[in-house]
């Protein structure tokens, strides 16, 4: 399986070593916590660009693996139908996204810190955290209009990246404007006229 953006992977002993080489000390206790990192869209040849996630907000480091040091995969899709042990109000919002998803037959996955926390079972999650979703979706999927007004209604904010293409990405409120469509690829973002999607 090739890693796309969001992906999480976990670490071999070797890839965690090289990972912590150079790194904060945040890092490496990041990483000792859980051996995790997460893709970024990021184009490097002969290599996959991943991130490491600190406590704080501002801890974020990026870093490159290669594909030996990775000892498994899980996408956001694959952390969809998984559930918390502790209880936390992104936990009970993802419950309804996965009802309402579902509904709509669309597939989907939780990212960000819930999605780390389903993975590793670290704490991630704070008080006033959002819930990140992909959605893997064309930005003219039919279902996605009445998707976002059930997402909207829901009390924590929930941040919908829709995921299509060669690896493009875009916001789901981005999607439903009119005019040119601002997305993420591999080589920053680019502005495309919504015939080409």
Known sequence: MT???????????????????????????SIE?????????????????VGVRGRARNERFAASIDTAHV?????????????????????DTLRSVR??????????GPTGAAGYELATSCTALHAGSDLDVLVRAEPNHPSLPAFAAHVRALPV????????????????????????????????????ERAVR
């Open 71 to 91: 000892a498994s995969l899980v996408t956001p899709e694959m952390l969809a139908p998984r559930t918390s042990v502790r209880a936390h109000s992104v936990f």
């Open 3 to 29: 890693p796309q953006p969001h992906d999480l992977v976990e670490l071999t002993a070797h890839g965690a070593r090289h990972i912590c080489a150079d790194a904060p000390a945040w890092v490496r206790a």
């Open 33 to 49: 916590r859980a051996p995790w990192v997460v893709v970024r869209r990021e184009r490097l040849a002969g290599a996959i660009c």
């Open 99 to 108: 009802d309402v998803a579902s509904s709509f037959d669309l597939i989907w």
């Open 157 to 192: 904010r929930v941040d919908v990246e829709l995921a299509f293409g060669d690896g493009l990405g875009a916001a789901l409120e981005e999607a439903l404007r009119d005019g040119e469509l601002l997305v993420k690829t591999f080589d920053g973002p680019a502005l495309l």
